[in-house]
């Protein structure tokens, strides 16, 4: 018999924005307590909040093994880790009027626009222990900046977003870079004449071509991947892993659900354009005789499953000028984009900007940009950087080559 006692402690500090005032403060501490046992090829799992005794959950979670709750009983090496990645980003007393002043600087520099929604401070600490001896704990905070733009000439209730997460806080850094958008939103554009395009944006691409990725879905024969887990089917350059390490992620513990510590707190998917490894938890790598990648997660009164937190696309180059001569598109609000089972994909945008030579030139009309995965994770594969257009906080660029498909 194996027990995992795991221990979240969530504390966030949330400020309210409508209309260009900060509205209120919440203030929210949880706590989330999980308790499996695991014996004879089950699982039994018993979740509370707040304060619990960890013992009498114990005592519940075996009994739960009478569920059969099929999961398998696994037994690793013993790891003893603290880490504390805490910093101070705000003080707790500066915080509400560091963010007002924030946001009464970026409606006086931007007049044409409103802006909502909230910021938050957020810290945690996670403890996972077990019965063979594993001892991990974390702590970390992150500052994370949530902005809706409404431009006053507008019937929309939303127009632009500016979002990312930091450790630290830098008025100026965020001003410019939200004031660089706002301008460049003013100043209306044609449509670019090209078919094709290079196009700089999130992962939403890549999200589809994760889901084709999970081991229950691949060894189900049900996957545009089937059949390729270990050859090279993407691009050299795409390196797509799990990270963990502390001193590169905010706010997330180097372990997973599990308790799994991957060697140097990171672990591969793609690696050099080759499907190396599937999303897997503990149980889908035993099912499939897979090696687990080590990105599991649960909910706190829940069986195990596959996570994303901590994957990510390997930086390529030091910054967006590297990848990126002459024009590109920049992408920053979609509505929303599908993939067929061939592979064939669609995302219509709403709002993007003309980029040149390091600046934004101004809003394009809405367009689609659309291709095929393979494609676009292949030779149309440019890059990855984290340094760009926008200066402050932590966000990545993702670069490919794709069709533009203009609205009439």
């Known amino acids: 018999m194996k027990t995992e006692k795991i221990i979240n402690k969530e504390s966030s500090r949330?400020?309210?924005?409508?209309?260009?005032?900060?509205?209120?403060?919440?203030?929210?501490?949880?706590?989330?307590?999980?308790?499996?046992?695991?014996?004879?090829?089950?699982?039994?799992?018993?979740?509370?909040?707040?304060?619990?005794?960890?013992?009498?959950?114990?005592?519940?979670?075996?009994?739960?093994?009478?569920?059969?709750?099929?999961y398998p009983e696994t037994h690793d090496e013993a790891i003893v880790m603290d880490v504390d990645s805490v910093k101070e980003i705000l003080k707790e007393e500066q915080f509400v009027s560091s963010i007002k002043g924030l946001v009464a600087r970026l409606a006086k520099e931007n007049p044409e626009f409103i802006f909502s929604n909230k910021v938050l401070?957020?810290?945690?600490?996670?403890?996972?222990?077990?019965?063979?001896?594993?001892?991990?704990?974390?702590?970390?905070?992150?500052?994370?900046l949530e902005f809706a733009l409404k431009y006053k000439g507008s019937a929309n209730i939303m127009d632009e977003f500016y979002g990312c997460e930091?450790?630290?806080?830098?008025?100026?850094?965020?001003?410019?870079?939200?004031k660089s958008k706002c301008d460049a939103f003013?100043?209306?554009?044609?449509?670019?004449?090209?078919?094709?395009?290079?196009?700089?944006?999130?992962?939403?691409?890549?999200q589809y071509a994760m889901q084709h990725l999970l081991a229950d879905l691949y060894f189900n024969k049900a996957s545009l991947f089937d059949g390729k887990l270990g050859q090279k089917v993407f691009h050299e350059k795409l390196n797509i892993r799990v990270n963990r390490d502390p001193k590169e992620q905010l706010n997330l513990p180097f372990f997973d659900a599990e308790g799994v510590v991957n060697e140097n707190f990171v672990n591969y998917m793609i690696k050099d354009g080759v499907i190396e490894r599937l999303l897997t938890?503990?149980?889908?790598?035993?099912?499939?005789?897979?090696?687990?990648?080590?990105?599991?997660?649960?909910?706190?009164?829940?069986?195990?499953?596959?996570?994303?937190?901590?994957?990510?696309?390997?930086?390529?180059a030091?910054?967006?000028?590297?990848?990126?001569?002459?024009?590109?598109?920049?992408?920053t609000v979609t509505g929303g984009g599908d993939m067929t089972p061939s592979g064939d994909f669609s995302?219509?945008?709403?709002?993007?900007?003309?980029?040149?030579?390091?600046?934004?030139?101004?809003?394009?009309?809405?367009?689609?940009?659309?291709?095929?995965?393979?494609?676009?994770?292949?030779?149309?594969?440019?890059g990855v950087t984290n340094k760009g257009i926008e200066r402050f906080g932590k966000r990545s660029y993702f670069v490919y080559r794709a069709k533009l498909v203009n609205k009439t």
Do not use: W
């Open 121 to 144: 401070l957020n810290s945690s600490q996670s403890t996972y222990q077990n019965s063979d001896g594993t001892s991990l704990s974390y702590k970390g905070n992150q500052l994370l």
């Open 318 to 331: 030091e910054d967006l000028g590297k990848l990126v001569q002459g024009t590109a598109v920049y992408v």
């Open 14 to 70: 949330c400020l309210n924005v409508a209309a260009n005032e900060v509205t209120s403060l919440r203030i929210n501490n949880k706590v989330e307590n999980t308790v499996r046992v695991y014996d004879k090829g089950c699982i039994g799992v018993e979740g509370r909040l707040g304060k619990a005794d960890l013992d009498e959950m114990s005592r519940s979670a075996q009994e739960k093994l009478q569920q059969g709750i099929a």
């Open 166 to 178: 930091s450790d630290y806080f830098n008025e100026d850094e965020i001003c410019r870079d939200v």
């Open 281 to 316: 938890c503990k149980k889908s790598a035993s099912d499939y005789g897979v090696e687990n990648l080590g990105a599991a997660s649960a909910n706190y009164d829940g069986v195990p499953s596959f996570g994303i937190s901590g994957l990510e696309v390997e930086n390529t």
């Open 186 to 206: 003013l100043k209306e554009l044609p449509h670019v004449a090209e078919d094709e395009g290079t196009v700089i944006g999130d992962f939403e691409p890549l």
């Open 347 to 382: 995302l219509p945008v709403i709002v993007s900007y003309l980029y040149r030579d390091g600046e934004l030139v101004g809003r394009l009309p809405g367009f689609t940009v659309s291709g095929n995965i393979f494609s676009i994770l292949g030779d149309g594969f440019i």
